[in-house]
């Protein structure tokens, strides 16, 4: 008989045989500590939830919490993530993302980062795509285009299973290991990036969250503690960084990049996983400043593109001054949700920019296998 509970650190080890076992992303033991345990908005919330047969972890979900305000108020939502069940787990499933989704206490439960695979499947749960088509649209930027047209050449070779092994048996293109904050350090003005772990960063940031928290009807809390959480990932040190535009002694615009490469085969990328403006920015302006520094940061340190998700929150005139960029369009539903409640005051105010998900260590880099 299989059952259904919540996960504790001490299932660790079973989960990572289960992961391993359905050939998931590889993480160590840390970095599911890190990632499960450790973020500072959990609160009451279950770090998710694991299907048990005979002392065996046969499939699991994860469940991030995160802070946000609504109309003013506190309330807690959360993001579904590591959704895998192995031979021994089939048929939990669905209990297990029932189990997530109906959580209570929670206004939304949803999935920032779906793939083409997994989109039915939430419908199927009864999630819906509330973005609409705006949601599948997204800008990069083409920092090395041979890298990026290379890169992107050898994902459609494999989509066959024959291609696919053989452009993953080997590592097609090096990282850069150095952190991201050395190099932003060294090639961007004083005042583009933040180290939030600073005091009068920290300060900085909590204005800016501050200020978005009074002038919207739903937001994510922005707090300096939440972002040096997004730091520390165990299995990638440094391959974040948090740059900033500011207006005198205040924060006008903020934006966190990851440095993802996500398989053998394509280049290392530089992801914005949230931009912001302050209410009273000048926004073509602000925005420029911030994909300038992003491109510059991108290109030092090695990346290939520079992609920006949800990219229709912006109007066209205001990205119109951030140089030479390209469209493109998933050919599926990145974003489902179930929300609670029916008078819709959640999903009607939430704008989301990235933040909110599982990108900060969904986003992953090679190697994806286990050190031998």
């Given at each position: 008989?299989?059952?259904?509970?919540?996960?504790?650190?001490?299932?660790?080890?079973?989960?990572?045989?289960?992961?391993?076992?359905?050939?998931?992303?590889?993480?160590?033991?840390?970095?599911?500590?890190?990632?499960?345990?450790?973020?500072?908005?959990?609160?009451?919330?279950?770090?998710?939830?694991?299907?048990?047969?005979?002392?065996?972890?046969?499939?699991?979900?994860g469940l991030q919490a995160r802070n946000f305000t609504l109309e003013g108020e506190p309330v807690k939502a959360a993001t579904g993530h590591t959704f895998i069940a192995g031979p021994e787990g089939?048929?939990?499933?669905?209990?297990?993302?029932?189990?997530?989704?109906?959580?209570?206490?929670?206004?939304?439960?949803?999935?920032?980062?779906?793939?083409?695979?997994?989109?039915?499947?939430?419908?199927?749960?009864?999630?819906?795509?509330?973005?609409?088509?705006?949601?599948?649209?997204?800008?990069?930027?083409?920092?090395?285009p041979g890298a990026m047209g290379t890169g992107l050449a050898f994902s459609r070779l494999a989509r066959s299973d024959r291609m696919y092994d053989a452009l993953s048996a080997r590592e097609w293109?090096?990282?850069?290991?150095?952190?991201?904050?050395?190099?932003?350090?060294?090639?961007?003005?004083?005042?583009?990036?933040?180290?939030?772990?600073?005091?009068?960063?920290?300060?900085?940031?909590?204005?800016?969250?501050?200020?978005?928290?009074?002038?919207?009807?739903?937001?994510?809390?922005?707090?300096?503690?939440?972002?040096?959480?997004?730091?520390?990932?165990?299995?990638?040190?440094?391959?974040?960084?948090?740059?900033?535009?500011?207006?005198?002694?205040?924060?006008?615009?903020?934006?966190?990049?990851?440095?993802?490469?996500?398989?053998?085969?394509?280049?290392?990328?530089?992801?914005?996983?949230?931009?912001?403006?302050?209410?009273?920015?000048?926004?073509?302006?602000?925005?420029?400043?911030?994909?300038?520094?992003?491109?510059?940061?991108?290109?030092?340190?090695?990346?290939?593109?520079?992609r920006l998700i949800f990219s229709d929150r912006f109007a066209a005139s205001e990205v119109k001054g951030t140089g030479l960029r390209l469209h493109r369009r998933f050919s599926y539903d990145p974003?489902?949700?179930?929300?609670?409640?029916?008078?819709?005051?959640?999903?009607?105010?939430?704008?989301?920019?990235?933040?909110?998900?599982?990108?900060?260590?969904?986003?992953?880099?090679?190697?994806?296998?286990?050190?031998?």
């Amino acid at each position: 008989m299989i059952k259904i509970r919540t996960i504790t650190p001490d299932d660790l080890p079973r989960v990572m045989d289960l992961v391993a076992k359905v050939d998931f992303p590889w993480r160590s033991h840390a970095g599911w500590q890190w990632a499960l345990f450790e973020n500072p908005q959990q609160g009451e919330i279950p770090a998710g939830f694991v299907a048990e047969k005979e002392g065996r972890v046969v499939a699991m979900v994860g469940l991030q919490a995160r802070n946000f305000t609504l109309e003013g108020e506190p309330v807690k939502a959360a993001t579904g993530h590591t959704f895998i069940a192995g031979p021994e787990g089939r048929g939990s499933g669905v209990r297990l993302a029932k189990r997530a989704i109906t959580y209570p206490g929670l206004a939304s439960v949803y999935s920032l980062n779906n793939n083409a695979s997994s989109a039915g499947l939430y419908k199927k749960l009864g999630m819906k795509a509330w973005l609409g088509d705006g949601a599948l649209n997204r800008i990069e930027w083409p920092i090395r285009p041979g890298a990026m047209g290379t890169g992107l050449a050898f994902s459609r070779l494999a989509r066959s299973d024959r291609m696919y092994d053989a452009l993953s048996a080997r590592e097609w293109f090096a990282a850069k290991p150095k952190p991201l904050a050395d190099y932003a350090q060294q090639s961007l003005a004083t005042g583009d990036w933040l180290d939030p772990a600073k005091p009068d960063h920290a300060r900085l940031i909590e204005n800016f969250d501050a200020e978005l928290r009074s002038s919207r009807r739903v937001v994510p809390v922005r707090s300096a503690a939440f972002y040096s959480y997004l730091l520390t990932d165990p299995d990638a040190p440094g391959r974040s960084v948090l740059l900033s535009a500011r207006e005198g002694d205040s924060i006008s615009g903020l934006m966190l990049t990851i440095m993802s490469k996500p398989n053998a085969y394509e280049p290392a990328g530089l992801d914005i996983v949230d931009l912001e403006l302050a209410s009273g920015a000048p926004r073509a302006a602000t925005i420029a400043h911030l994909i300038g520094a992003a491109r510059k940061l991108a290109k030092v340190s090695g990346a290939a593109r520079l992609r920006l998700i949800f990219s229709d929150r912006f109007a066209a005139s205001e990205v119109k001054g951030t140089g030479l960029r390209l469209h493109r369009r998933f050919s599926y539903d990145p974003a489902h949700a179930s929300f609670a409640g029916d008078d819709g005051r959640f999903a009607d105010g939430w704008s989301p920019t990235g933040i909110e998900g599982d990108f900060h260590f969904a986003l992953r880099v090679a190697p994806q296998r286990a050190p031998r």
